[in-house]
């Protein structure tokens, strides 16, 4: 069966789609939405990033309900997938398709969500709808949203994910890069949790994780060992040749886990000004590389 084509701003059902006169790929049900999508975004990642059953497809994910997948090869740090975000105090509002797209998502199991309320509570539809968010809620700097596409894909620890996630909050939108190259029908995937909060994965989201990383002691190893490092980091008491070699140490090991680039980003941030006053010249090449990966990841552009 043929997917549903649905715009890629309402998200209501197309019989006549319109494309994008730019990418050709961006499919949309009226003007009115292309010209909103447009401004709210669409003109900065026209033709640099993924496109739903493009370049990307929702379908079945063995065990874990659907999920998204490739449908053609992405390189490292490619855009995959950008959406517009829903917050607590939007999503009690929406109507329409868009409240119908929200509906659709899943609730989780039941007694993931009971648990949350005491035994003698009777869950209400007046509630209901928190139970989507509880479930399919995506972690930011302004708390959970959802997008309907980007909350369809599934947890992976870092070390077996293959994407992240990082906010543009100036247009309300989640932006999807890969971390690593994406073959063709691979599932993306990326961390709902911090790494070191494994447990938060069954406290938040009902789920158990068996991905690569998980079932690979060294590899958890190596993000205990980040842990320490970067913890170790922050104490000022410790000497500043200290801190930078173990800063230097933990970058190693970020490449080697393949950590989400917007963590990477903001140590190297971090790292720069640690050393730019007693070692100029490291600091100043971290500068370089924290420039040139930023333009990579289209982080400018989004301004």
């Known amino acids: 069966m043929a997917p549903r084509i649905k715009c890629a701003y309402c998200y209501d059902d197309v019989d006549r789609p319109k494309t994008c006169g730019q990418c050709k790929s961006r499919v949309y049900c009226s003007k009115e939405c292309q010209t909103d999508d447009w401004k709210g975004g669409h003109k900065v990642y026209c033709g640099k990033s993924g496109e739903l059953n493009v370049d990307f497809e929702v379908k079945p994910s063995p065990g874990k309900g659907l999920g998204v997948f490739a449908k053609r090869p992405f390189k490292k740090y490619e855009v995959v997938m950008v959406e517009r975000t829903f917050d607590t105090t939007a999503i009690p509002t929406l109507t329409g398709s868009e ?3 929200y509906w659709e ?4 199991p039941d007694w993931h969500w009971k648990q949350r309320f005491p035994p003698d509570v009777v869950i ?11 479930i399919n809620g995506i972690r930011t700097n302004k708390g959970p949203v959802v997008c309907i596409n980007i909350s369809r894909i599934n947890h992976a620890c870092p070390g077996a994910n293959n994407c ?10 989640l932006v999807v890069n890969a971390h690593r190259d994406i073959a063709a029908g691979e599932e993306i995937t990326f961390t709902y949790v911090p790494m070191w909060d494994k447990s938060g994965l069954m406290r938040n989201f009902g789920i158990t994780c068996d991905c690569e990383c998980c079932k690979n002691p060294a590899r958890q190893s190596l993000i205990d060992q980040l842990y320490v490092l970067e913890t170790g980091l922050q104490d000022t008491s410790a000497s500043k040749l200290h801190r930078i070699c173990m800063g230097i140490r933990a970058l190693f090991l970020m490449d080697e886990i393949q950590i989400n680039s917007g963590e990477y980003l903001s140590f190297i941030s971090d790292f720069y000004y640690l050393c730019k006053d007693t070692y100029p010249a490291v600091a100043q090449a971290f500068k370089k590389y924290f420039i040139e990966l930023r333009k990579t990841l289209l982080v400018d552009e989004e301004a």
């Open 99 to 101: 409240k119908e797209a």
């Open 105 to 108: 998502l899943s609730p989780g």
């Open 124 to 134: 209400g539809p007046e509630i209901e709808w928190m139970r989507i968010i509880a």
């Open 164 to 173: 992240d996630y990082r906010e543009n909050s100036g247009k309300n939108l």
